[in-house]
């Protein structure tokens, strides 16, 4: 098949695990026969030092065109003066909201090779397989916020209607048929309005049309909990836009490496964002130290999700295990043995394709 793949390399790290990626998908390409068509284009810090917007048009213009978009990360200390007019950050807000990419999936899965980088014991990690999808484009992030004249109160507002709590609700039950036909949903409804309104809607979507699915809802306090002591009873996991920021970054060190979790944001229609779920590590930036796995993993989202590539995603995924089976290690996850470069990684990851 032909696609056409829009890189946002970024900051920080970005550019080092988007170079990663990239070598992952040419050599996709060249063993199942697609021709995957590469744009690079400046997003986040690098593009306001360059043209003043975070998310500038002409990016903003090809990732539309795109079919999938791959970020490898942006911010870092250089932008984070908060008197300035913009941030890095901004401009991904702006990317998610103006592709209309509702649902973040986060699947958050534990390596058996390493359990041990976890914080937590390994007999409490070990099988977890959970699969968030956070809704994206509404709640407190974009509802009503402002800040009074004097400067001396400010408000955001948390804000769901009926539909996008349905599409997400759907989509994370569609999942979850396919996986173990288990969804949970996790909300504040003891305490806010709007809550409850995603409470009634999630349980009605689920009444009529996924009576197949097992169901329950989780007070979002109690879930921060129950994902520390007792995170293999969670299979697909849903919830509003600031639980699930919350909640997933609190998951990410369930499995104990953060270089090895992807998300994926999808619209309907449109092109999906895959990046990793680290951020630009601006301390070990330019160091070539980097795990690009992460990232690579995301594009094995990429390939299942916009390009219907299920072959493909499920053959980068096999890869990612056989070296680290083979015992391959970048810094972060090498716990003081011999590691590897970011470079090496992506090419002994390329090689075990074949
Ligand atoms: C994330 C990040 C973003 C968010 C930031 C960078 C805007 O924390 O993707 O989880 O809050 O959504
Ligand atoms: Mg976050």
């Known amino acids: 098949m032909q696609a056409q793949l829009v890189l946002l390399p970024g900051d920080g790290i970005g550019p080092e695990v988007a170079a990663e990626a990239r070598k992952v998908l040419a050599a996709v390409a060249a063993l199942y026969g697609h021709q995957f068509a590469f744009e690079e284009k400046i997003m986040g810090g690098i593009a306001i030092d360059e043209l003043g917007d975070p998310l500038p048009d002409g990016t903003l213009a090809a990732c539309r065109e795109a ?8 911010g870092g200390p250089k932008w984070d003066d908060p008197t300035a007019k913009t941030r890095p950050e901004a401009g991904l ?15 958050v899965k534990a390596n058996r090779n390493l359990l041990g980088a976890s914080p937590l014991r390994s007999d409490l990690v070990d099988g977890v397989d959970i699969l968030f999808f956070r809704e994206l484009t509404g709640g407190i992030y974009f509802g009503p916020s402002g800040v009074s004249d004097d400067g001396r109160e400010a ?11 349905e599409r997400i609700v759907r989509l994370a039950a569609e999942a979850a048929r396919g996986r173990s036909g288990r969804l949970t949903s996790v909300d504040k409804a003891n305490v806010l309005e709007v809550s409850r309104l995603w409470r009634r809607v999630a349980a009605r979507v689920m009444q009529e049309e996924f009576p197949d699915v097992a169901y329950d809802v989780v007070l979002a306090d109690a879930m921060a909990m129950h994902l520390l002591a007792r995170p293999r009873d969670f299979d697909v996991v849903v919830t509003g836009n600031m639980f699930g920021d919350l909640l997933t970054d609190e998951a990410s060190m369930l499995p104990g490496s953060l270089g090895l979790l992807p998300s994926a944001s999808l619209g309907d229609p449109g092109p999906g964002l895959y990046e990793p779920i680290h951020g630009s590590a601006p301390d070990i930036a330019g160091k070539g130290i980097a795990n690009p796995l992460a990232m690579i993993l995301a594009t094995a989202m990429a390939l299942r999700h916009s390009l219907n590539l299920a072959a493909e995603a499920a053959a980068v995924e096999s890869a990612v295990d056989a070296v680290l089976d083979d015992g391959l290690r970048t810094v972060d996850i090498a716990a003081g043995r011999p590691h590897v470069t970011t ?9 075990a394709l074949a």
């Open 93 to 107: 807000l702006t990317l998610r909201s103006e592709l209309g990419l509702f649902a973040n999936l986060r699947p």
């Open 343 to 351: 470079g090496v990684m992506g090419d002994a990851v390329a090689a």
């Open 67 to 74: 079919d999938a978009v791959l970020l490898g990360a942006v």
């Open 155 to 165: 408000y955001s507002t948390m804000v769901y209607s009926v539909e996008e709590i």
